[in-house]
């Protein structure tokens, strides 16, 4: 089935840093195209970051590029999402995501505000 984790998220001023993890297990990891997605309230979900299975090419979302950098370490099946220079808008629940794999983690919130 698969299960995804994601931790990191948190409290953090206009500016400020924040790191995402995902921790996967119960499938391939190294075989997936892996994905961060953002959603708030009321709002779709939306694709912020993907990154290859070998770690090769990445492509980000217009509103995050030169901010956000997605990496990989397949030895720990675990995919992060470096976040820099955050703004209020970033707020939301983020989720990671194994492309053409249906199951989803519980999100990690973040928040961006003064």
């Known amino acids: 089935q698969g299960h995804l984790v994601e931790s990191g998220g948190g409290l953090v001023q206009p500016g400020g840093s924040l790191r995402l993890s995902c921790a996967a297990s119960g499938f391939a990891f190294s075989r997936y195209v892996m994905s961060w997605y953002r959603q708030t309230l009321g709002k779709e979900r939306e694709l912020v970051a993907s990154i290859t299975s070998a770690g090769g090419s990445t492509t980000y979302a217009d509103s995050v590029k030169g901010r956000f950098t997605i990496s990989r370490d397949n030895a720990k099946n675990t995919v992060y999402l470096q976040m820099n220079s955050l703004k209020p808008e970033d707020t939301a629940v983020y989720f990671c995501?194994?492309?053409?794999?249906?199951?989803w983690g519980q999100g990690t919130q973040v928040t961006v505000s003064s």
């Open positions: 995501k194994a492309a053409g794999r249906t199951n």
